[in-house]
């Protein structure tokens, strides 16, 4: 059972484009939601992550978007590069605390 | 700069092995875990622990095994190895009481294979 859907499993995007992952999760009581990247060969990473008061955030080329209501978010990378090409994790929590629920997964590959 | 170190990056062990792995981190974090990724379906929480010798079983605990020592270690163990545990397993730690922060810090994996 994955309490954390997140689509699509893989993704190919030219450089400068604009990348879009999706995440859906199902239980309301969540309330935090990061967003991980990892290269290949290395552990993830935290890309961004967002608290259900807002319905945005924006660090560089990095957005995430947050619909309460569908209870679903995204993550948009803008100007896509190579260097972006990683696997890309949604993930949530409750509480505010650590045990976080991921998502399956997003490989990206930013074609030059 | 923070560190989560595992000690085996790649392992090759044959059915029914005992298989250690290792993992310590240089922060001071009080809370460590282990996931295992795998294609399609994400990291699954395998073992966390928050404090030295406390131990909580995460969503896929059957199979194995965990020991915490010391603050800064923290073992996984596979006390009977199956084919079906050959994954990528990865250890991470956090800060407690993070709040909304609750970055995790990942080492770089061990890769399993179970022959």
């Known amino acids: 059972q994955q309490q954390v859907k997140q689509s699509p499993q893989s993704l190919i995007v030219q450089k400068g484009g604009i990348s879009i992952i999706n995440c859906a999760y199902e239980?309301?009581?969540?309330?935090?939601f990061p967003w991980y990247q990892q290269f290949p060969g290395k552990g993830p990473a935290l890309l961004i992550a967002i608290r259900p008061d807002v319905s945005e955030k924006k660090e560089g080329r990095f957005t995430i978007s947050f619909n309460k209501s569908a209870k679903q978010f995204s993550l948009h990378i803008m100007d896509s590069q190579p260097g972006d090409s990683a696997t890309y994790f949604c993930?949530?929590?409750?509480?505010?605390?650590?045990?976080?629920?991921f998502g399956g997964g997003t490989r990206l590959m930013v074609k030059p | 700069d923070v560190k989560v170190t595992q000690s085996s990056r790649y392992l090759v062990k044959r059915t029914g092995e005992k298989v250690f792995l290792e993992c310590v981190q240089d922060?001071?974090?009080?809370?460590m875990f282990w996931y295992r990724q795998d294609p399609g379906l994400g990291l699954r929480l395998i073992y966390f622990?928050?404090?030295?010798?406390?131990?909580e079983k995460g969503d896929i605990p059957e199979g194995y095994s965990v020991s915490r020592e010391k603050k800064e270690r923290f073992s996984l163990i596979l006390e009977s190895a199956s084919t079906n545990q050959t994954s990528m397993y990865l250890c991470?730690?956090?800060?407690?009481?993070?709040?909304?922060?609750?970055?995790?810090?990942f080492g770089e994996g061990s890769r399993l294979t179970v022959l």
């Open positions: 622990s928050y404090d030295v010798k406390m131990k």
């Open positions: 991470a730690s956090s800060l407690a009481g993070t709040g909304y922060t609750g970055e995790l810090f």
């Open positions: 239980n309301t009581a969540f309330d935090y």
């Open positions: 922060m001071d974090h009080e809370n």
């Open positions: 993930a949530a929590s409750m509480d505010a605390g650590n045990m976080l629920t």
